[in-house]
């Protein structure tokens, strides 16, 4: 069955430092992956998609590369902040059901 | 503009009890989703509706029910509540198909205890 896998141990880094968080899928390829911010008590919130065919997309300090071939999405964060810290999601297309599914989530702690 | 909304907040609901979780979103969106979200297994689809009137099974859509009644709402019922059913609820909506684009709207969650 389809998976998409991140990783559950904490991401703890510096201010100032990239942020690098890792989603991979197996058993299927996805027209496209999103990435969602959750913060503590709150529901997730949208921020990027990249399609099979863009290798790479930017919105201000972030950065979401997609390869295919290692099957793998990689989510950056430039210049990190305490503000970004959160747990992060990947999620992507269901086949069963045309809806998404959301991988468990990174938790990024970024420190001063 | 409140986007996605859901109440109650927090529940406690004793084993065989029953309960209704509101949903209401105000962007005028078609496709509205119930996800469960327990620690290490990640948002999982519980229902989801496709216009008013329609509804359709998710990944784990046992011990619940759903309706829309109105384009706005989606609601979420327990008949007889479960501590397997511990959990916090999330409801989402997105525009048809162009949700994919531009990523499902979520509610800030509900909280249900089930003792």
């Known amino acids: 069955s389809q998976k998409i896998e991140q990783n559950s141990e904490a991401l703890n880094i510096q201010e100032g430092k990239t942020a690098t968080l890792t989603c991979n899928y197996t058993n299927y390829s996805p027209a496209y992956l999103q990435w969602y911010r959750q913060d503590p008590g709150r529901g997730p919130v949208f921020l990027l998609l990249i399609r099979e065919n863009e290798k790479e997309k930017r919105k201000e300090r972030l950065k979401v590369t997609f390869d295919t071939t290692l099957k793998q999405s990689?989510?950056?964060?430039?210049?990190?902040?305490?503000a970004d810290s959160a747990t992060y999601l990947c999620a992507s297309l269901s086949y069963n059901t045309d809806k998404l599914i959301f991988g468990t989530g990174t938790r990024l702690q970024v420190f001063p | 503009n409140a986007g996605v909304t859901q109440t109650p907040k927090f529940r406690v609901l004793k084993t065989g009890q029953s309960m209704t979780l509101l949903c209401a979103q105000d962007m005028n969106h078609?496709?509205?989703?119930?996800?469960?979200?327990?620690?290490?297994?990640?948002?999982?689809?519980?229902?989801?509706?496709?216009?008013?009137?329609?509804?359709?099974?998710?990944?784990v859509p046992d011990g619940y029910n759903v309706s829309r009644l109105k384009k706005q709402n989606f609601l979420l019922g327990l008949e007889s509540a479960a501590p397997s059913q511990t959990s916090v609820y999330f409801c989402a909506s997105s525009p048809p198909g162009s949700g994919h684009f531009y990523g499902y709207t979520f509610g800030s969650g509900t909280r249900l205890t089930v003792v």
């Open chain 1, 74 to 82: 990689l989510f950056h964060i430039t210049a990190s902040q305490p």
């Open chain 2, 30 to 59: 078609e496709y509205m989703y119930w996800y469960r979200q327990d620690p290490g297994m990640g948002l999982r689809l519980i229902h989801y509706s496709v216009g008013e009137g329609t509804t359709a099974k998710g990944e």
